[in-house]
C-alpha cells in the first residue's frame, strides 16, 4: 500500500522516536513536543488519512466497473479498409458515429437484447446484421464494405467542396446519401469530389440541430462549408441520421 503514497508523507526514517513519545505519554504528563516529534504526529496522521483513501479507492473503483458491465453489452466493429473504417454506423435506426472511432469513451455499450446494426457508405451495399446482446459480454462484428454495382460515382469534370465543422465527428449527407464525416474533407489536399450541378448538403449529429445548404457548382469549383453546430435535443435529430 506504501507504494500508492507520494515520497513526502513516507514516514518510514522517522519511526525510531515513536517509543520515546509512547513511553512521555503513558506517564500522564502533557509530553513536551520537540519540532522534530510533532513532525513524526503530522506525518503518522497524513499516512492514515492517505492509506485509507487508497483503501476507499480499491473498492469503489471496481466495483463500480462491474456493475456497468453487469447491465451493459459492448459491441465492437471491426473494418480493414479505410472505407470500412470510415463508414457510419446506424443502431437501431439511430446514426452513433463512425466505425473507427467506436472504441474506447465512444465504444457502443448497448443493453441487453436484440439490436439492429446498419453500416453504410455512399455508393457502397448497405450492410445490416441483427445481434443479441448479452450483460457483461463483447460481441464482434466483421465488415466488408462492398461497391453497389447500381451507384454513380462522379467520372470527367468535377467540383470539390471542403469542409470546416464543429464537431468534426458529424454525418455528412450529400442529397441524402452518407458520405463520411467532416473530418474526412478538411485539411490540405482532402475533399469532396461531387459532379457539377445542385445538391442538397446536410450535416448532423444526435444532439445538434442539423445544417442544410443548397449549392450549385460549376466544373472544376472549390468551395468550403463552414459551421458550428448548435446543441440541441436528441429529438431535434433530423431522420437522416434516425432512419437515413
Known amino acids: 500500500?506504501?507504494?500508492?503514497?507520494?515520497?513526502?508523507?513516507?514516514?518510514?526514517?522517522?519511526?525510531?522516536?515513536?517509543?520515546?513519545?509512547?513511553?512521555?505519554?503513558?506517564?500522564?504528563?502533557?509530553?513536551?513536543?520537540?519540532?522534530?516529534?510533532?513532525?513524526?504526529?503530522?506525518?503518522k496522521k497524513v499516512l492514515r488519512t492517505a492509506t485509507l483513501f487508497a483503501v476507499f479507492l480499491g473498492f469503489f473503483r471496481p466495483s463500480a466497473a462491474v456493475a456497468q458491465n453487469?447491465?451493459?453489452?459492448?459491441?465492437?466493429?471491426?473494418?480493414k479498409t479505410k472505407i470500412d473504417k470510415t463508414s457510419g454506423v446506424w443502431v437501431d435506426g439511430q446514426y452513433v458515429g463512425y466505425v473507427k472511432e467506436l472504441t474506447g469513451d465512444k465504444k457502443l455499450l448497448l443493453l441487453?437484447?436484440?439490436?439492429?446494426?446498419?453500416?453504410?457508405?455512399?455508393?457502397?451495399?448497405?450492410?445490416v446484421q441483427k445481434v443479441t446482446v448479452e450483460p457483461g459480454k463483447k460481441t464482434m462484428i466483421d465488415i466488408s464494405m462492398q461497391k453497389d454495382p447500381k451507384a454513380q460515382f462522379p467520372g470527367g469534370v468535377t467540383s470539390e467542396v471542403k469542409l470546416e465543422v464543429t464537431p468534426d465527428r458529424a454525418a455528412v449527407f450529400v442529397?441524402?446519401?452518407?458520405?463520411?464525416?467532416?473530418?474526412?474533407?478538411?485539411?490540405?489536399?482532402?475533399?469532396?469530389?461531387?459532379?457539377?450541378?445542385?445538391?442538397?448538403?446536410?450535416?448532423?449529429?444526435?444532439?445538434?440541430q442539423d445544417f442544410t445548404t443548397e449549392i450549385n457548382l460549376r466544373p472544376n469549383q472549390k468551395i468550403t462549408i463552414k459551421t458550428d453546430?448548435?446543441?440541441?435535443?436528441?429529438?431535434?435529430?433530423?431522420?437522416?441520421?434516425?432512419s437515413n
Open 1 to 43: 500500500m506504501l507504494g500508492f503514497l507520494p515520497r513526502q508523507i513516507r514516514c518510514a526514517p522517522l519511526r525510531a522516536k515513536r517509543t520515546m513519545l509512547e513511553a512521555e505519554s503513558s506517564i500522564g504528563n502533557p509530553p513536551n513536543f520537540t519540532l522534530g516529534q510533532r513532525k513524526i504526529m503530522i506525518c
Open 70 to 79: 453487469q447491465v451493459l453489452g459492448q459491441i465492437e466493429i471491426q473494418g
Open 112 to 127: 441487453p437484447g436484440e439490436h439492429e446494426i446498419a453500416v453504410r457508405q455512399a455508393g457502397y451495399v448497405e450492410q
Open 175 to 208: 442529397d441524402e446519401g452518407y458520405v463520411g464525416t467532416p473530418k474526412e474533407f478538411s485539411g490540405l489536399g482532402r475533399a469532396m469530389l461531387i459532379a457539377p450541378g445542385k445538391h442538397h448538403v446536410r450535416i448532423a449529429l444526435a444532439g445538434y
Open 229 to 242: 453546430l448548435i446543441p440541441g435535443s436528441i429529438t431535434q435529430a433530423g431522420a437522416a441520421i434516425k
